[in-house]
């Protein structure tokens, strides 16, 4: 387990993302990152531009200066081939970052993904490492319609043979940065775009750190019902425990952190202990990772439980523009308040 | 084309010994199909001097990337014959433990980065080892094989493109052996060549005989050297035939003519290689006999190595998901 709130120098997620970046490209020269404008402005260098924009969230900020543009790659719009490639520098010595703008994107690329870089270490007998980051923004709430506001960690979390995180600070963004760099799997980071645009609040060290893989945190110690968050929905289960508490209802609020692996063992303790269980997950409700979780409780918690266990996802629909629509569309602490008192009836 | 390079009768002897090697492996891998015990073969019979006359010029540490199609481009990255035909078998003393089979061989240590079943997949990986041998400092080059299906795959377009703004050292060869699966390629490719497609990236391209392993030698050659001189990538495409159907149970006369087929088997690679080493007298035709039967033994004995080898443990289904897992 994972504590954090004692010191003070703060950062926001952007920051400590960039960080995290730096400081592995520092360590190792193996490291390099490519993308879409993560440094913007390309082949201008003798007009005196350089790093115009700093990646498309800006979490790539300042890198090209310090580290060049043979290592801080700007690439044409072809996520195939630029996600392509990195499998290619993956497999033969390289530990390559490379930036999906936005995961709704995967669309033009997933072959690179799940056919190539998912399934290479399997399918050639465990004998090639893949040592490839992808990191991608996604989520709504930013009025970006329905191609950029997507939160699709479970379509990817179905295939074998992908590690997948979901940072929920900037503790955690830059914790987990370090720990899939330096991991020879291929890790896919999904960040979301509301948590990088959060003020710094959260205490982050200097120094390196890696976070365990395939591991929860508990964010807020309870004892009457356990609320499952991922990412952003954990940022809200911490809102909806402090509404709760008001009303004295104790939550223990279980932040994933990483969809796969799955760590199951915090999911069933946490339920073990608070006998009722509310999972808050952005992406779509079907086949969803609240739908998995859910049928993990059902299967293997069984016996603690005194309600069935609850979901709060959006309804299956695209994400709408409107924003009182997309309000409406989205999780919020308010709805997982509800939510618990339905289980707790 | 005339060949202009000269070549030493040891590279000759090997190109020819490869190809033969090549031709009775397929020749295998059909009788162990029949049998049943290889599932999803793609024989390779009619293209085998495509790669060996580029492979000719690679280093262990260069790197192949291939397709569903592509045992020839295994054994011309020398490959061990025995853990192929075991790969083949689904045998644990496979190239892939038997995990990959005949679609997905992968031979790290000999620079193969795996066949690939996905039709154009492998391009922009290998685009991406060009970048790799750029970015750490080496003279490695890469080799994409692909066929004339392929060409017509945005990824070939995508790693053209990247290929050519980053002045990559990589070789993208074309098989055009003129059928993705029973589709002829004058339906499905628009425009004169595959080739030209290249010049639109500034990727200088040339249209090859494939069933002439010096010509694949010629331009294969400088291909190689360019890319190893940091002169960025080329584009072959090789001009070829596959002489059986698009898998095992394909009958390709439902959609090509038998004329057509004698014509391309009367230009068989094999056959005139063997031709011109006996008209220039590099090798008698005893010593030719002896490299003839020198690669059958090779393949019995990889047929044997693969049936006496034992079958994966069932633990091995669930290991290699990931190289660390809590």
Known sequence: ?345 | MTITTSIDNDKLLWMYQMMVTIRRFEEQSKREADAGKLRGMHSSVGQEAVPVGVCAHLRDDDYVLGTHRSHHHCIAKGLDLNAMMAELLGKSTGTNKGKGGTMHIADINKGMLGANGVVGSNIPVAAGVGLSARIRGTDQVSVVFFGDGAANQGTLHEAMNLAGIWKLPTLFVCENNRYAESTPVEYSVSGESIAERASGYNIPSVIADGQNVLEMYEIGGEAVRRARAGEGPTFIEAQTYRYNGHFGADNPLTYRTQEEEDYYEGRDCVERMKAHLSQTKVATEDEINEIDKKALATVEEAARFADDSPFPDPEELTTDVYISYP
């Open chain 1, 1 to 345: 387990m994972v504590t954090t709130e004692t010191e003070t120098r703060k950062l926001s997620y952007i920051q400590a993302v960039n960080e995290a970046l730096r400081q592995e490209m520092e360590r190792d020269p193996a490291v390099f990152i490519m993308g879409e404008d993560i440094a913007g402005g390309a082949g201008r260098e003798d007009q005196g531009i350089i790093d115009s924009w700093g990646g498309p969230m800006r979490l790539t900020k300042g890198l090209i200066k310090q580290f060049g543009k043979e290592r801080v790659r700007d690439t044409p719009i072809s996520e195939a081939g630029f996600i392509g490639a990195g499998v290619g520098a993956a497999a033969t010595g390289l530990r390559p970052v490379v930036e999906l703008m936005y995961v709704s994107f995967f669309g033009v690329c997933s072959d690179q993904i799940t056919n190539n870089a998912a399934k290479m270490h399997y399918m050639f007998g465990g004998k090639i490492k893949l040592p490839l980051t992808i990191m991608t923004g996604m989520g709504a709430g930013l009025a970006t319609a329905a191609q950029h506001s997507e939160t699709l960690y479970s379509i990817f979390t179905h295939f074998p043979g992908l590690k997948c995180a979901v940072p929920s600070d900037a503790y955690t963004g830059k914790g987990i940065m370090t720990t899939s760099i330096r991991d020879d799997d291929p890790v896919i980071i999904f960040q979301n775009r509301q948590l990088m645009g959060l003020p710094a609040s959260t205490h982050v060290p200097e120094d390196p750190y890696t976070l365990p893989i395939g591991k929860a945190r508990i964010t807020r110690e309870g004892s009457d019902v356990t609320l499952v968050g991922i990412g952003f929905t954990s940022y809200l289960n911490n809102q909806a425990a402090d509404l709760l508490a008001a009303e004295g209802i104790s939550a223990d609020v279980v932040d994933l952190l990483w969809t796969s692996p799955l760590d199951e063992e915090a999911i069933l303790d946490s339920v073990q202990k608070t006998r009722k269980v509310v999972i808050v997950d952005e992406d779509y409700p079907r086949c969803s990772l609240a739908t998995d979780i859910s049928a993990l409780v059902a299967e293997q918690g069984f016996d603690y439980l005194d309600a069935p266990p609850k979901r709060v996802s959006p309804p299956h629909t695209s994400v709408p523009y409107s924003q009182p629509l997309e309000a409406a569309y989205m999780p919020t602490a308010e709805k997982v308040v509800e939510a618990v008192r339905e289980v707790m009836a």
